[in-house]
């Protein structure tokens, strides 16, 4: 008999009550059970191949295998250009927690894991938050430093949207 097609309520109510929020970014409306490897490319219904996600980091990890669930990254080096994906709307760009979000999302997907430890936002300076980011052992640090130079020289090739065209500048 085939698996079934999709996750059982008992699995989701089990992954839900395990992870509680979205394991990419913390958010804690409009999760959803994930497959870290997409049911598509061969993974199983089985808690420990799911997640938790929001809408807006499901839909972005699409079928890419990324597991949330553990904060080392299997990588064996870097990516070639961080992703920037969606800026806070105009609504939350005044909110410090939209912003903890945002940086989490954008480093948990460069390293494809809960690489993010901790986010401290401190108060605005400059017209930009400052902000501090501490990675979980064994994440290597020395992955951001090319991204963290294009960036402050302004270089528009210093991040990538998921679909791998240049970052639009706002």
């Known amino acids: 008999m085939p698996p079934p097609r999709e996750v059982s309520e008992e699995v989701k109510w089990q992954i839900r009550e395990r992870d509680r929020v979205c394991l990419a970014c913390g958010a804690t ?8 490897q997409a049911a598509s490319k061969g993974g199983d219904h089985d808690p420990v191949n799911l997640q938790l996600l929001c809408k807006i980091c499901n839909r972005l990890k699409g079928t890419d295998t990324m597991r949330f669930t553990a904060q080392r990254s299997l990588r064996t080096g870097a990516k070639e250009r961080m992703d920037l994906l969606e800026l806070p709307v105009a609504s939350e ?14 480093l948990n997907f460069f390293f494809d894991c809960a690489a993010v430890s901790t986010v401290r936002i401190a108060g605005k300076g400059e017209g930009y938050y400052n902000w501090s980011v501490t990675l979980a052992q064994g994440n290597d640090t020395r992955w951001l430093e090319p991204q963290c130079r294009r960036a402050r020289r302004g ?14 500048r706002v």
Do not use: F, N, T
């Open 29 to 36: 409306k409009m999760l959803q059970v994930d497959h870290i």
């Open 93 to 106: 760009a005044a909110d410090p927690e939209a912003w903890e979000r945002y940086l989490r999302r954008v």
């Open 155 to 168: 270089d528009p090739g210093a991040a990538r949207k998921r679909d791998g065209s240049p970052r639009s």
